[in-house]
């Protein structure tokens, strides 16, 4: 049974900066799955923020780029998300999710496992 726990998320101001986490168990890192961080704002679809693939690739949803980096510790089974420059358009719930590779990797239908997520909140 996959299990997924993020933390690290909070208030700050704009311009400020979280690292979130993302704690995996019953999961390994493998070219079978693939993971992703997704953020969904109230009244919004949820979409995806970052990925990283088994061979440490990563894509990033526009929105972030050159603000975002997702990365990974395969040692302790854990994902992380470093988020420099936060503008209040980035606060919501992210969630990181678990699915079987295939397909976009921005379609939320593709995920199977979800954690509860961890709320961010950016005031200007």
């Known amino acids: 049974q996959v299990q997924l726990v993020e933390s690290g998320g909070g208030s700050v101001q704009s311009g400020g900066s979280l690292r979130l986490s993302c704690a995996a168990s019953g999961y390994t890192y493998s070219s079978y799955y693939m993971i992703a961080w997704f953020r969904q704002a109230p009244g919004k679809e949820r979409e995806g923020v970052a990925t990283?693939?088994?061979?440490?690739?990563?894509t990033y949803a526009d929105s972030v780029k050159g603000r975002f980096t997702i990365s990974q510790d395969n040692a302790k089974n854990t994902l992380y998300l470093q988020m420099n420059n936060l503008k209040p358009e980035d606060t919501a719930m992210y969630y990181c999710g678990v699915g079987i590779f295939g397909g976009s990797w921005t379609n939320a239908q593709r995920y199977n496992y979800w954690g509860k997520g961890t709320q961010v909140t950016v005031s200007s």
């Open positions: 990283i693939d088994s061979g440490g690739s990563t």
